[in-house]
Structure formats: structure tokens, C-alpha cells
């Protein structure tokens, strides 16, 4: 009888934004962020600031920011170009 396959953990998003509830800035790179990880099959994790009182201090004139592959990438805006060129090239 073969062996059932081990199941393997879901890769960490490539893709993490820092931002909070309110900030139309966050949504317009929300929108982005979503449609271009979804195009190219990746993933993205949100983040507020208001749960994390270390990220608050460090980015809180800077939202939002964004990181793929855990360096960050952008603040205040997402220009989508980039985002994909950077999602472009494989995970380090």
C-alpha cells in the first residue's frame, strides 16, 4: 500500500503589509497588493500598527509600509511595476 503524502507547511506570504484600519493610504496599496499577489499566484499577510505597539513606534509616520520577502519595500505608496518586478524573482 503506498504511503499518503506528508503534508507540507503553506509557504510564509511573500508579500506583508503594515498599515491600520482607517488609512486610505493602506487601502490603495491594500487593492494593489491583492491584485498582484493574486495574479501571480503569491500570498500577502496584513498587519496592523494599532496591535503592535513595537511596530507603532517605528512606522507609524510611514504607513503603510510593505516588505517582500521580509525587506521592505515600499512606504506610503505601492507602485504596482515594482511590486511585481521584486515578486518576480524568486524567493531568496
Given at each position: 500500500m503506498p504511503s499518503a503524502p506528508v503534508p507540507q507547511p503553506a509557504p510564509e506570504p511573500r508579500?506583508?503589509?503594515?498599515?491600520?484600519?482607517?488609512?486610505?493610504?493602506?487601502?490603495d496599496a491594500r487593492a494593489i497588493i491583492a491584485a498582484v499577489t493574486a495574479d501571480l499566484g503569491e500570498s500577502f499577510e496584513?498587519?496592523?500598527?494599532l496591535d503592535h505597539p513595537d511596530l507603532m513606534a517605528k512606522y507609524a509616520e510611514e504607513i503603510p509600509v510593505t516588505f517582500v520577502d521580509g525587506r521592505q519595500h515600499d512606504f506610503w505608496r505601492v507602485n504596482e511595476a515594482r511590486l511585481r518586478a521584486a515578486l518576480a524573482n524568486p524567493r531568496p
Open positions: 508579500v506583508l503589509l503594515i498599515g491600520k484600519p482607517g488609512c486610505h493610504l493602506c487601502d496584513e498587519v496592523s500598527i
